[in-house]
């Protein structure tokens, strides 16, 4: 399983990894305020975090009387770190915990999910699959040969069918199993957004309807490599469901994992887990302080 440190090699070394050397020896200059901009926004930043970022270290700049440009560094650490919201735990302390997973196809969802089952199943818990991306007859069979490979049930209906439906009887068949958590697949794309919109809100209230405070958690799969993109669809779906948090798929494979700073200031959500290869182990719980670590690298 590859690190977070070792999933950002693209990031750090093609953009963050200049920014040590920018703040190198020498006194804080209207220039290295300029190339300091420059390389966040290079970085996918964004603009909004970039400027919001900018002018927090320039009023501790201020307040603090810092002149070189060597302390900046330990500035921009913390407050990155003060961008990045605390990852709680998954809140799965439930007899039935219920996690519904939303994303685009193609942003590594089918993988995560596998991931994710994997994960809990080797913390002791008893996971089924709901496949409820049923407007591809792919999804279904995709996850199915992941529930084989990780070695959980899918529970599936016909291609085209009512994703609620298949919802209902993976609910129904896991309490009925005794097993203690569902991960709900959704489609990643229907005609309309509309569409989109209203068949995210039926699953989820016939989830809300057969178990208590569900869905516990929502999880969004981004993938990283898609970087300010993956904001605006991002917005999409927050504005179709409630998202808990956010999976960031594929960030071994990107050079944008500056992404996850606008994804914390922006959205306001955590990031609770990175994809870090293409292998079922690869999955990493998000580590803030690991993950500035591996952006503007150690020291
Ligand atoms: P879906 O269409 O959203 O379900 O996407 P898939 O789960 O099928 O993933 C799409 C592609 O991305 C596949 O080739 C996966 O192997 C690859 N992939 C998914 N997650 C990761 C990751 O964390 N790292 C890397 N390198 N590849 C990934």
């Given at each position: 399983m590859k690190s977070i440190f070792e999933s950002l090699r693209k990031t750090r070394n093609a953009v963050f990894g200049q920014i040590a050397s920018l703040l190198g020896t020498g006194d804080l200059t209207e220039e290295t305020w300029e190339e300091l901009e420059a390389l966040l926004l290079q970085g996918d930043v964004g603009v909004e975090t970039t400027q919001a970022l900018l002018g927090k270290l320039r009023q501790r700049?201020?307040?603090e009387g810092i002149i070189r440009a060597q302390e900046l560094r330990r500035l921009l650490r913390e407050e990155i770190l003060a961008l990045l919201p605390e990852p709680q735990p998954l809140n799965l302390n439930w007899p039935l915990a219920v996690i519904l997973i939303v994303g685009v196809n193609g942003s590594g969802k089918t993988t995560s999910i596998a991931k994710l089952a994997a994960m809990l199943q080797r913390q002791g818990r008893r996971v089924l699959l709901a496949a409820g991306d049923t407007f591809r007859a792919a999804a279904i069979d995709q996850l199915k040969v992941w529930g084989e490979r990780v070695g959980v049930p899918v529970i599936t209906g016909p291609a085209g069918g009512d994703p609620s439906a298949v919802t209902f009887d993976a609910l129904e068949a896991a309490q009925a199993r005794h097993l203690d958590t569902v991960i709900v697949d959704t489609a990643g794309r229907l005609h309309t957004q509309h569409?989109?919109?209203?068949?995210?809100?039926?699953?989820?209230?016939?989830?809300a309807r057969r178990v208590a405070w569900a869905p516990h958690e929502v999880l969004l799969v981004l993938d990283a490599t898609t970087g300010q993109n993956g904001l605006l669809q991002a917005k999409q779906f927050m504005a179709a469901v409630k998202v808990t948090g956010i999976i960031l798929a594929k960030l071994d494979g990107s050079a944008r994992g500056g992404m996850v700073l606008a994804i914390g200031?922006?959205?306001?959500?955590p990031v609770r887990f990175v994809g870090t290869g293409e292998g079922v182990e690869d999955f990493a719980p998000f580590d803030r302080e690991a993950f500035v670590e591996g952006l503007l690298g150690q020291g």
């Open positions: 700049v201020k307040a569409n989109l919109m209203a068949e995210l809100e039926k699953i989820r209230r016939v989830i200031q922006q959205l306001g959500l």
